[in-house]
């Protein structure tokens, strides 16, 4: 390959002809900004949506490859073994995002964001069937996709040593290491189980848990009981704390806080 060709297909923004492209684009294009966070793939076929993640995932220091297919897909992903897979559903050709999932989970615990375009398909991206880590719904923010990846990674690379004994949610300060919830300067009173729920949505805000999950970090792997009972406490917050908390239902799959 002539180093001119080599030059286009590095700064070519979408190929239709080899179905994949790598693009890396040097730190000096972006002032200020590194990359140390580590590489993600992003595959995807849609020129746009791909251009905006992968800017939004440079600013953060990500070091973006992308590939349009999901046969390049995988090939990317086997050979630079990345932090993290955003990943499109509706791929061109015959491996979509469905079987690329099913590969890599396969494959070993690289974690997956999904990229859905209809509600319909969050089951299955969430379900055993695949277990995706998380998803988002086109058309969706490119700000809450980073914050997505973000809090997967957060997770994926366990709990931070110094985690904040106050975190703040919407109106809403949970204090911790004092068991006490505050809206501006008053105190609300909660269960243990109320502020139990409350500091594990907060801990994992931003992502929609599952009624199962939310069990399993609350109640406890041991705790046999139906899922209602999480709709029951999520009640009382809401009852409690009322607009000040942001406490989205996610219909079909659970809960989402912040
Ligand atoms: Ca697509």
């Not at 079987?99 to 964001?113: D, Q």
């Not at 805000?205 to 009981?225: E, K, P």
Request: with cysteine; net charge neutral; aromatic share 6%.
């Amino acid at each position: 390959m002539s180093p001119t060709s080599a030059s286009t297909t590095r700064t070519r923004s979408w190929t239709s002809g080899s179905g994949w492209h790598a693009r890396e684009v040097p730190p000096a294009d972006l002032p200020g900004a590194s990359t140390t966070a580590g590489t993600v793939v992003v595959v995807e076929d849609d020129p746009h949506i791909s251009d905006l993640v992968g800017l939004y995932l440079r600013r953060e220091g990500f070091r973006v490859l992308s590939a349009t297919d999901g046969t390049a897909g995988l090939e990317v992903i086997g050979r630079e073994a990345p932090r993290l897979v955003v990943l499109d559903i509706g791929l061109p050709g015959l491996v979509d995002g469905f079987e690329v999932c099913r590969r890599l989970r396969a494959g070993g615990p690289i974690p997956v964001l999904m990229l859905t375009a209809r509600d319909g398909e969050i089951d299955r991206v969430l379900g055993l069937e695949l277990g995706a880590d998380d998803y988002v719904t086109k058309p969706f923010s490119p700000r809450e996709l980073v914050a997505r990846v973000k809090a997967i990674l957060r997770r994926v690379d366990g709990p931070a040593p110094t985690r904040p004994a106050v975190v703040a949610v919407g109106d809403v300060e949970i204090d911790t290491g004092r068991r006490e919830v505050r809206v501006g300067t008053g105190l609300v009173g909660l269960t243990a189980r109320e502020f139990d729920l409350l500091a594990y949505l907060a801990e994992h805000q931003g992502l929609v848990l599952s009624r199962q999950q939310l069990l399993d970090g609350v109640w406890g792997l041991g705790w046999f009981g139906d899922e209602r009972t999480v709709d029951v406490h999520v009640r009382q917050l809401r009852r409690k704390l009322g607009t000040d908390l942001p406490l989205t239902t996610v219909w079909g799959v659970g809960y989402r806080l912040g």
